[in-house]
């Protein structure tokens, strides 16, 4: 099946500092999605991305679609207390509606 | 409220006892997912609706599992004789037909003892 390998597994930063982490697949997928989820929650859409090489901000956000549809990275700037939680990345193919989900990673901000 | 609604939010049941939980989506919504979410992992897709009918139920894990949406609204996800490897956060989703962008609900955490 499809798998979705997603680093870092964890991140433990200062507040201020920017971040990166990234999804990489063995499939080629059409869309990409990036969820944050904090504890006793579901996953909060943060940025879809629909075409190969598609840039796209939210914010202090912003994703990118890898031009080979294989790959996905998601940047944080400036970084706060609050953007503490699960960050997962999930992917769609051409044959499919379900989503495959990376494993997370793990964002710890320390003010 | 104009969320995704599941409930129970907290189930605790006996091994071989039988669960139904309940998911409410977003008004207007024809897609529906059931996804499941183990400890330190990302949700695995269970099951996904357009309207009443299941157009993939590849992910449900064996026959225990089975969910229905009758009305193309609420849907329910039962499970019989429950295992304590079925202990997981159950997640629904809902989207607008045709869109990828989709919203999920709190969760209903299961545990069986």
């Known amino acids: 099946g499809q798998q979705l390998n997603q680093s870092p597994q964890s991140m433990f930063i200062q507040e201020g500092e920017d971040v990166s982490m990234n999804c990489t697949s063995s499939?080629?997928?059409?869309?990409w999605l990036w969820y944050k989820q904090e504890p006793g929650e579901g996953p909060v859409l943060l940025i879809a991305?629909?075409?190969?090489?598609e840039l796209t901000s939210n914010g202090r956000l912003t994703a990118q679609f890898g031009i080979t549809r294989k790959d996905s990275f998601l940047n944080i700037s400036a970084s706060i207390p609050s953007d503490v939680g699960i960050y997962f990345c999930a992917g769609q193919t051409p044959s499919g509606s379900r989503l495959t989900f990376g494993e997370g990673t793990q964002l710890t901000v320390n003010p | 409220g104009a969320g995704v609604s599941q409930t129970p939010s907290n189930k605790v049941t006996e091994k071989g006892k039988y669960v139904e939980l309940r998911c409410d989506p977003i008004s207007g919504h024809t897609a529906l997912y059931w996804y499941r979410q183990s400890l330190g992992q990302g949700p695995e897709f269970l099951i996904y609706?357009?309207?009443?009918?299941?157009?993939?139920d590849s992910g449900l894990p064996n026959d225990r599992f089975f969910a229905v949406r009758p009305e193309g609204s609420v849907s329910t996800l039962k499970i019989q004789r429950t295992e304590r490897g079925d202990s997981a956060v159950y997640l629904c989703a809902s989207s607008l037909i045709g869109s990828t962008e989709a919203f999920f609900g709190q969760g209903t955490r299961l545990t069986v003892v």
């Open positions: 499939s080629i997928f059409n869309t």
């Open positions: 609706f357009q309207g009443t009918g299941a157009a993939d």
């Open positions: 991305l629909y075409k190969a090489g």
